[in-house]
């Protein structure tokens, strides 16, 4: 059984960075595209980054550049890591994973929120 249990998330001050955790099991020798997505209060599900099995990566262009997805493999985690954190930038952050269309990320991020598998999320919140 696929489990993802986030970590990392806290409060920080506008310019500040965080490094969220994603600790994943129940997929050893799938191909798979993981990801991380985000809620704010009555706002939709807003997809963040993704990463393959061959840790190609996807960003949503609103990042500028901002946030860096990677993993270890050999321990199973998912990362991401934030840099200049905005105010709007808060909301709780969910990893996702995938394990069809081959293991493939494309940057669809209407698919990313709404893959199978998701953890129960980490709260973020960047203050002015």
């Known amino acids: 059984q696929v489990q993802l249990v986030e970590s990392g998330g806290g409060s920080v001050q506008s310019g500040g960075s965080l490094r969220l955790s994603c600790a994943a099991s129940g997929h050893t020798g799938r191909r798979y595209c993981m990801g991380w997505f985000r809620q704010a209060p009555g706002k939709e599900r807003e997809g963040v980054a993704e990463?393959?099995?061959?840790?190609?990566?996807f960003y949503a262009h609103s990042l500028n550049g901002r946030f860096a997805i990677s993993q270890d493999n050999a321990k199973n985690t998912l990362f991401l890591h934030m840099d200049s954190l905005k105010p709007e930038d808060t909301g709780a952050y969910y990893c996702?994973?995938?394990?069809?269309?081959?293991?493939?990320?494309?940057?669809?991020?209407?698919?990313?929120?709404?893959?199978?598998?998701r953890g129960q999320g980490t709260q973020v919140t960047v203050s002015s």
């Open positions: 996702a994973v995938d394990f069809s269309n081959g293991g493939l990320c494309a940057g669809n991020w209407w698919l990313l929120v709404d893959f199978p598998y």
């Open positions: 990463i393959d099995a061959d840790s190609r990566t």
